[in-house]
């Protein structure tokens, strides 16, 4: 029977809009902050590895933490240190101090993060778990599509403290939200034993990372790509950024429509054709008019896989959600670590289409182990007895 999703998922989404905006926003925002603090340039781009680092570490380590706390309880703390952190790090003038508020502002969202998809998961019904994770992770495909763009434009021209109190602002309602509609008890069992690590498990997160750090090796040097290869002026990139933006936006509400009813059908489907897309954005690269499409596909593929993994990883781990999402979160940003690091040593030996090249590589090496651990035919979804493929 059809039903109408809690309200409060969707607060939980804008808090999650706020970080992934947080996370990303850097990009445009580090000369201001290194000329303003007396900093390099390099060393200002400490600030991302920072918070990429806090991200890997905290998820995990939030959800054992918190395996005692109720839910409210751990988002009220995460999402309150994340606002804070970002409070104290548009007053501060001093470099250090704004490194370590970029460190707890990742540990505060990987740790929401993680409680959140359990909660989101807790509060649908049984077999809902994939629509109720494509709100949160919305959230992040808006920070791409408005967010960090909107933090550039603040930092152009209000300086780059102002996207760090419109972040802290906007998880202020997401925060009251929380105080008022989560409900009140435990998170899950009280125990880590309380998850078995079944091999399922441990695959689903290794391609979470492969599809995450595929996505971030394009995603990262899409804009070289887009102007030295394609030949696109630079007063295009904004656009195109977004539109990829959009894309993710439309994967992951097809992810969240389907990924519960037929979460290895959007796999085995989405997996296939985000592989061809990659060695066709690749292959194509030079052409404006397969580039502009590419762009939108490759988003909404690459989110799509991201959003069903999410939720056969939840749907696996059913009996700890909250440290599910902890290990999901961390193995996202595993992929986002080092996805750059591979397209940037890609560009270093070919050139500025090689991170396209290793996307497909990547998404390439998940379907094998997916096909090895017979995920593509619907074998785990058997195992369970569930409608999931």
């Not at 250090?96 to 505060?108: D, E, F, Q």
Request: charged content about 10%.
């Amino acid at each position: 029977m059809p039903f109408s999703l809690p309200f409060v998922l969707y607060l939980l989404g804008l808090a999650v809009f706020a970080q992934a905006t947080s996370e990303f926003m850097l990009s445009g925002l580090g000369p201001d902050i290194a000329q303003d603090l007396g900093v390099s340039l390099p060393t200002a781009g400490w600030l991302t590895s920072a918070f990429a680092v806090g991200m890997i570490v905290g998820a995990p380590a939030i959800a054992v933490l918190g395996q005692r706390w109720p839910r409210r309880t751990t988002l009220l703390a995460t999402l309150t240190v994340f606002l804070l952190a970002h409070v104290v790090g548009a007053l501060t003038s001093d470099f250090a101090v704004l490194l370590v508020t970029r460190v707890l502002a990742a540990l505060a969202n990987a740790g929401f993060l993680a409680v959140a998809l359990a909660t989101a998961s807790s509060l649908v019904p049984p077999g809902a778990k994939g629509r109720a994770t494509s709100v949160l992770l919305g959230g992040t495909t808006l920070a791409c599509i408005a967010g960090v763009p909107g933090g550039a434009l603040l930092g152009q021209h209000f300086g780059w403290r102002a996207a760090f109190w419109a972040v802290a602002l906007i998880s202020l309602p997401a925060l009251l939200a929380i105080l008022r509609s989560v409900p009140h008890r435990s998170t899950g069992p009280a125990v880590v034993g309380g998850l078995r690590p079944t091999p399922r498990l441990v695959v689903l997160l290794l391609l979470g990372a492969l599809v995450n750090g595929a996505t971030f090796c394009s995603f990262t040097y899409l804009a070289p790509v887009l102007t030295e290869v394609t030949g696109f002026a630079g007063s295009w990139i904004p656009a195109l950024l977004a539109l990829f933006g959009l894309g993710s936006f439309v994967g992951v509400s097809l992810a969240g429509r389907y990924a519960d009813r037929r979460a290895y059908g959007v796999l085995a489907g989405a997996g296939v054709a985000l592989l061809l897309g990659w060695c066709g954005f690749a292959w194509s690269a030079e052409e404006t008019a397969a580039v502009v499409v590419l762009v939108f596909l490759q988003g909404l593929l690459s989110f799509a896989v991201g959003s069903a993994l999410i939720s056969l990883a939840l749907y696996a781990a059913a009996e700890s959600p909250v440290l599910a999402g902890g290990l999901a979160t961390a193995a996202l940003n595993v992929g986002a670590a080092f996805g750059p690091v591979a397209g940037g040593l890609g560009i270093t030996v070919a050139g500025e289409r090689a991170p396209l090249w290793c996307s497909a590589l990547l998404v390439g090496v998940a379907l094998c182990v997916a096909s090895a651990a017979g995920m593509l035919s619907g074998y785990g979804a058997r195992r369970d007895g569930r409608r999931t493929g």
